[in-house]
């Protein structure tokens, strides 16, 4: 490696041509500065989301801050995990291409005016060369990869590619997405067509590390000083004018996606915001009513959409052909943040009640994104002002009057009749606490699962008791359709009665339960609870010996995981672990489609052929195989509903019950 090897910095350039570029430049980038500051104008508007002392915000960064922005950083912006782990026809291969191709030129373009500008010379010898090898190659990357996004979107359905189903969006924005592409093609190329030039005007010895560059130096020849120069302006104009319209593009979130990421809360993704009665006495009113009315991370990260239309592809309502679009609420929430316009009025609101909470949305976005935060904030304000009517607004009323989401009061214990089921009140001592559910204790299929658990727990030995009619609705029903405060005194309520106990652990059958208890309830003093899944507990058991797994024959069962489960809580091993030979759909764990059940939808009425669970049984039921497990009371219902349409011969059971089966 030649030790003398670099190359010149503007050459063939005077001083009054730099001071003109530098002049452009500053031109340029304060106009992007400008259009930058406006939106963080805006963003600022929103509620602060670290602590707050004399009216002002303080987020003074600390290690251990540090910390979790590179733990968000890493994986989802410089890794893109949410991309690679995108299906194929999302073109997740393309946009990778075009991401790690754009931030090797930007690393190259980084490390060249540090040398540039600074006392730190180091552009030279062996590191200069691997320099020119290395991003000479990653440079093609984005170039294949724009080339192939531009033959994508010229040669494919345009429809397909906006997704605005119910919904006028322009064309013209679509061309501005394609000339944007074309343009950082351009820009691209003539990168190349530069250092072909300057290798022909300057030629070295070592030019052929810069290969790509070399190779197309050939033909230019005697003319390279005259090309150099041309193809430099050139660049420059291209360049700067890209910074100049760049914050007014989709293609922000090239640069957004970092902040939002690392911004992203740091709580679970079933948990929602508790609302407390001080912000209520405050701001005198409930959830969002204007976009300032959400925080500032969830403002900025409106802006950092690619628009990919990841979220709404994976939509249940979406893709059994409801109005609900997340990307559209998503744009639509970002023109209301513009315009001042309140919240509701920008949106579709039938489309806001279409939501399942499944929170697909969410697990699929790129930059992070919290549809489902966002919907149900939107919810509460329409909720607590009247705005919701019909079967919802009766499930609210029952889950007030009686403890229970169904209405039916006093009888969660019909079903211990002739079952020596040990009680809280009695005095027992007990390890665990059998939290039954609404629809464990009332719906006759979710009965069956109960009895299953209770005799498996029995048998294996485990000390438990159930609360019977002291227990009551864990309100997660009407804090997702919006009734914020119902769900707060349900709360309340099941942790008083949890601290009179003593209750150290609980487990469940129920994954909204479940979701409810682990991950919302801390808020509410239930903090020190450990919560468990039956199928998680029973998973402890088989893995001791204390219960033997189901071993149907291979290929007979499909596992349905409910999306509070799989996706929200990110449990897919432990019912798997229970049935030996159980097949996988075509979309599983944290790919799992949605039932319909969630966010209240098992108490809103829906045209039979929109219903989300026939197109979650057609998947299943792909797979040939003739009994569907799940582990989910919810699913249950509304899946056994679409299978009797298809075919009486399904056989549709909770894990619990197949187990229970193999220990007889």
Known sequence: MNPNATRSEYLFFSLPEKLLFYFLAALSLGYMAKQVWERVGLWMQGRP????????????????????????VLPFVLLQKKVRSSRPRSGAPMHLMMFFGFAALVVATTLLAINTYSPFKFHQGAYYLIYEALFDTLGLLLLIG????????????KKQLTASRGRFEPISQEKVDFYVLCLLLLITANGYLLEAARIAAQPQPWDTWSWVGYLLSRPLG??????????????VVLVLGFFCVLPKLRIRHILLAIFSSAGAPDVPMGKLRTIPMEEVEQTEQIGVKFARDYSRWHLMSLDACMECGRCTEVCPAWNVGKLLNPKQIVQDLRGSMQSGTEVVASLNDEALWQCTTCNACVEACPVLIRHVDIIVDARRNIVSEGGLSGSAALMLRQTASTGSAWGQSGNREDWMRDLDIPLARNGVEFEYLFWVGCAGATDPGSVKTTKAVAELLTK???????????????????????EEFLFQEQASQNVSVFQRYGVRKIVTACPHCFNSL??????????????????????????KGALLAATPERGSVVMHDPCYLGRVNDESDAPRALVEGMVNPEFHSQKTRCCGAGGGRMWME????????????????????KTIALGCPFCKIMLDASVKQV??????????????DANK
Request: aromatic share 10%; proline share 5%; hydrophobic share 40%.
């Open 222 to 235: 005697t003319f390279g000083v005259v090309a150099y120069k041309i193809a430099w302006w050139f660049h």
């Open 647 to 660: 075919d009486e011969g399904i056989n549709l059971v909770d894990l619990a019950e197949l187990l229970q």
């Open 460 to 482: 294996a030995g485990v000390k438990f008791a159930c609360l019977g009619n002291e227990e009551a609705c864990t309100g997660d029903p009407a804090r997702r359709v919006g």
């Open 146 to 157: 724009l080339g192939w996004a531009i033959i994508r979107r010229w040669t494919e359905n």
């Open 49 to 72: 989301t670290g602590p707050v002392r004399a009216g002002r915000q303080y987020c003074m960064p600390t290690v251990e801050g540090l910390k979790k922005w590179w733990g968000k």
């Open 606 to 625: 829906e045209p039979p052929h929109e219903r989300p669970s026939n197109a979650r049984v057609d998947q299943l039921l792909a797979t040939g195989a």
């Open 518 to 543: 682990k991950n919302e309830y801390g808020d509410f003093g239930a903090e020190s609870i450990e919560v468990f899944h039956h199928t998680q507990l029973l998973q402890t058991l088989v893995t």
